[in-house]
RNA sequence: GGGCAUUUAGCUCAGUUGGUUCAGAGUAUCUGCCUUACAAGCAGAGGGUCGACGGUUCGAAUCCGCCAAUGCCCACCA
């Protein structure tokens, strides 16, 4: 193959998809249960709502990294795919989607909406899953499972039976967060904060039988229809006319009483508040505690219900400013404050969330974090960083029960029947609820119809927690091989913002369910937001589509884009350049392999300039192992790519490939040619795990393969522990003068086709000449008595030389400069003079530290000496 | 209100055990090159009081304290 028939482009689409093809051809992602150590990962499975995100991209490649790089040592890896029907979300989104077609929820039944929800997730569940090969993931597909698949839907109700005869799941009239427009419950952690400016109302309620009034401050007037009490400090002086008396709510005319708690602050607003009971958490504690009436004044859509008297019918916010004109004509306001405070919005719909008092299912979460928090605190389970044991541990210590159960339809039922009395039993089936009902209650005529199923869904989670158990069928047979086998899985890889939906929450049921992790390390992802520092999202319209993008520049070129820009933990700032930067960089490995395989070559003698430049860069490169292998164990995996990287650019294509490249029409000798072949077979394997597709093309046409063969079995190349620090020195020397000389070619307009010849004052050895010549184009290098005529000196460590050629370049700024290095010397000295005269530097210091200041003074001596020659050799001149 | 993190070149960020890769990379900028692998490239150059102040130390970008700015998490002040 003649080099110049390939072209000098790389093309990434129809490499990567020939690859793709046939990995998947000969199932090389295929994992079972063997002899070998067990890699396993699951994939936190992407919603269902939509197509995939950028952040996806950024997790799915560090996931492909991690798993890429094991199954190159050797391990047994599988990376399990999947889809998570995301419950309220993808519900909240066919809403939508039916209501543009003019349908409503309410027309559908719970079976029409289902087939409604099952055709929307089978295509969405298509495209990501299409996606997902797109970026080259390695996943053993035959795997794929769904949270809602028939194996996963089993399992997710036989947990809930066990924690319901653990007594762990119970039914309970509690405070919930409310979502109006979703209509259903949501846990506390589906509750996002936010700050908001508004008001602060301070309202006149008319004290029972005297002229006089209570003034109480509330951001929410719309609620007085549900007060069922005024609450004071007791400790209040200001507020002490107020014990024992009795007020009126506006409007209603119901007389409540005045009661004191602690719970008050004086200082805020009157220090008067109203008590809601059915509308606040603090007020219904508050109520419970004083035995007062709770009056729910909503309906499940926030509008007012018939305690709303006029204003029945009417939306919460709506009948917030219409109350306040009403009150206000009645002259029962006081003042209106704005005030800003924190309101709770549902993280799916972004409305706020009413406070409301609700039968629900909750799991008791207390015991249950028990060993879930001791394992990341003792690190057990490893997170990474490890900062987020802090945020972990604080959730973990202040655990509240979850609130399992949600008013939709999509998801799945909890298995609770009704019996026409009003109790119920869990059961799997309907059957055996039949079975149990009939025991408890000993009516043996009860028939399937007599029993109700609960109409609420699982949190969407409820199923995600159990994924890497479920995934392996570890509920249904919890002693199946491949469970015994792949669980603990090694490594998860998510996005921080979901540490307590879903990380915590795994951990909590890999104890309670199997007694041990469920995964040994977590690797935070940051997010990934626009230059603007917007976290990239479908809703914003800031993301890029990824599928654009690896259509553009190439899956590979994407991947190493994304990991050159995201440091562990930090989120990083998106800019589409980076991608170009990544398909730069793959262009420039393809053309390495054009140069490689242009090459004549023939049983010549190796030039010595060669065998310098393969054992520098044998050290150079198990240097570079080394490094990654740290970097890695510390899951630092952007270093690990920085460093092949800059391996692979600097030291591999600009300085030994281009030692060692032949002169044009000259042939290279076999065994450089040789060494050179494995040194790149070395790096397309070390660069595998980041760039999957562009190494196995090049690394299969590199040399004759095996049937069957692929890089992605091939291995991690080992550190080489003839490491020559010498050589590495005398290189970066030799480098030096290199850079040097090629300065002085652009800054005096010397051709880099000319040859010119360096001229060494003294009789310093210089080592490396074959490599000088080589690289800076010379002609030849002289030792010389004296200063050549109209040279430019430049000095490198010890070493004084000339780059001398037939013109007169030496100018007067030259002579500037090599005054002003002089001086910077002189200064340099009589620091170190300082430091090696100071008795506590030289009593404290380790002996290493001042043997090195001593060298870097001798070396400093050195330099000045020469400097002050060839200054004075210059004005001579 | 409590906690965590960040602040280093115009921009995006590395910098592990305090000294020996210590001030670094990518990108952008400027200069010169269409040099038989690559212009999606090569060679070279400029550019930073390491957020401020104080402390520990022989020695601080690095450790401690404090302050400032920014971001995130948590929390029932109406």
């Not at 508004?198 to 401050?217: D, P, S």
Request: charged share 25%.
């Amino acid at each position: 193959m003649r080099s110049n028939q390939i072209s000098t482009k790389y093309n990434p689409l129809k490499v990567e998809k020939k690859w793709y093809n046939y990995w998947m051809r000969k199932k090389f992602f295929k994992s079972v249960p063997d002899a070998r150590q067990p890699y396993s990962v699951v994939i936190p499975p992407p919603n269902v709502t939509g197509v995939l995100h950028m952040g996806h991209i950024l997790n799915n490649t560090i996931q492909d990294i991690l798993v890429r790089r094991s199954r190159m040592l050797g391990k047994n890896v599988c990376l399990v795919p999947g889809t998570d029907h995301a419950s309220i979300a993808t519900e909240a989104k066919i809403i939508a989607k039916l209501s543009k077609e003019g349908i409503c929820k309410n027309d559908l039944t719970r079976e029409q909406f289902l087939e409604y929800a099952w055709n929307w997730t089978r295509k969405y569940k298509k495209i990501i899953l299409e996606q997902l090969k797109k970026i080259g993931i390695s996943c053993d597909w035959d795997r794929t499972c769904f949270t809602m698949d028939k194996q996963r839907s089993k399992s997710v109700i036989k947990v809930f039976i066990h924690l319901y005869k653990k007594k762990m799941i119970y039914r309970s009239f509690r405070m919930i967060n409310w979502d109006p427009v979703a209509k259903t419950a949501i846990s506390n952690e589906e509750v996002i904060y936010k700050e908001q400016s508004g008001k602060l109302y301070y309202i006149k309620y008319k004290i029972v039988g005297e002229n006089n009034y209570a003034t109480i401050a509330t951001t929410r007037p719309e609620t007085i229809f549900g007060d069922t009490a005024v609450c004071i400090n007791p400790n209040d002086k200001k507020n002490e006319y107020l014990k024992g008396k009795k007020v009126v709510v506006p409007f209603v005319n119901r007389e409540i009483p005045v009661i004191e708690d602690d719970y008050v602050e004086s200082e805020f607003g009157t220090g008067c508040l109203k008590i809601t009971p059915a509308h606040d958490i603090n007020d219904y504690i508050l109520s419970k505690k004083y035995g007062l009436g709770i009056l729910n004044i909503f309906n499940d859509d926030a509008t007012l219900n018939k305690y709303g008297l006029q204003y029945e019918g009417k939306d919460r916010f709506f009948v917030r400013t219409e109350i306040e004109k009403d009150l206000n004509a009645l002259g029962l306001i006081k003042e209106v404050k704005v005030y800003k405070n924190k309101i709770g919005f549902s993280e799916r719909t972004n409305v706020p969330i009413e406070p409301r008092l609700s039968v629900q299912w909750f799991l008791a979460m207390k015991k249950l974090a028990k060993p879930a928090l001791e394992a990341v605190m003792t690190d057990k389970i490893q997170f990474h960083p490890s900062r987020f044991k802090n945020i972990y541990r604080h959730w973990m210590e202040n655990i509240k029960d979850w609130n399992i159960s949600r008013q939709l339809w999509w998801g799945h039922r909890i298995p609770a029947y009704f019996l026409p009395e009003g109790d119920f039993v869990v059961a799997e089936t309907q059957k055996k609820a039949l079975v149990l009902a009939r025991k408890k209650t000993g009516n043996s005529g009860l028939q399937l119809s007599d029993l109700q199923q609960d109409e609420s869904s699982l949190d969407t989670w409820f199923s995600s927690w159990l994924w890497p158990i479920v995934v392996f069928n570890g509920i249904n047979k919890p002693n199946n091989k491949e469970i015994n086998y792949y669980y603990p899985t090694s490594d998860l890889v998510t996005a921080p913002d979901i540490i307590f939906f879903w990380v915590a929450r795994m951990i909590i049921s890999g104890y309670e369910l199997r007694q041990k992790p469920c995964f040994h390390n977590v690797y935070f992802t940051g997010i990934v937001r626009d230059k603007l520092g917007n976290k990239m999202s479908k809703s914003l319209g800031n993301s890029p589509e990824p599928l654009d993008l690896i259509n553009h520049y190439g899956a590979d070129s994407v991947r190493l884009g994304l990991m050159l820009s995201s440091s562990i933990g930090n989120d990083i700032f998106f800019n589409e350049i980076c991608c170009e930067q990544g398909r730069n960089f793959n262009n420039k490995m393809w053309n390495v392999f054009r140069l490689l395989k242009g090459w004549q070559v023939a049983d010549t003698e190796q030039p010595e300039s060669s065998t310098i430049s393969i054992l520098w860069f044998r050290t150079q490169l198990s240097l570079t192992i080394r490094r990654m292998n740290y970097s890695f164990s510390k899951y630092r995996i952007s270093e690990a790519l920085m460093n092949i990287y800059k391996l692979f650019k600097d030291d591999f294509s600009s300085w030994y490939l281009e030692i060692i490249k032949p002169k044009y029409g000259q042939s290279m000798d076999r065994k450089t040619y040789e060494v050179t072949l494995d040194f790149f077979d070395s790096l397309l394997r070390l660069f595998h795990p980041f760039i999957p597709f562009i190494t196995e093309e090049l690394w299969q046409f590199l040399k004759i393969r095996k049937e069957n063969e692929s890089i992605m079995f091939s291995t991690i190349p080992k550190v080489n522990f003839s490491e020559n620090w010498l050589i590495t020195e005398k290189m970066e020397e030799a480098k030096e003068i290199i850079s040097n000389i090629r300065a002085v070619r652009l800054k005096k307009n010397i051709s880099n086709k000319e040859k010119i010849v360096l001229q060494i004052i003294g009789s310093y050895k210089l080592d490396y000449a074959s490599v000088i010549i080589n690289m800076a184009n010379l002609s030849d290098i002289e030792m010389v008595e004296k200063r050549p005529n109209g040279a430019v000196f430049f000095l490198v460590k010890t070493t004084e030389y000339a780059v001398a050629i037939r013109r007169n370049i030496y100018t007067k700024e030259d002579l500037d400069k090599l005054k002003n290095t002089l001086q910077y010397y002189r200064d340099f000295l009589s620091h170190i003079q300082v430091k090696l005269n100071n008795k506590n530097f030289v009593s404290k210091a380790p002996v290493k530290i001042i043997e090195f200041e001593k060298k870097k003074k001798i070396d400093a001596e050195s330099r000045i000496k020469s400097l002050e020659k060839i200054i004075t050799s210059l004005n001579n001149g």
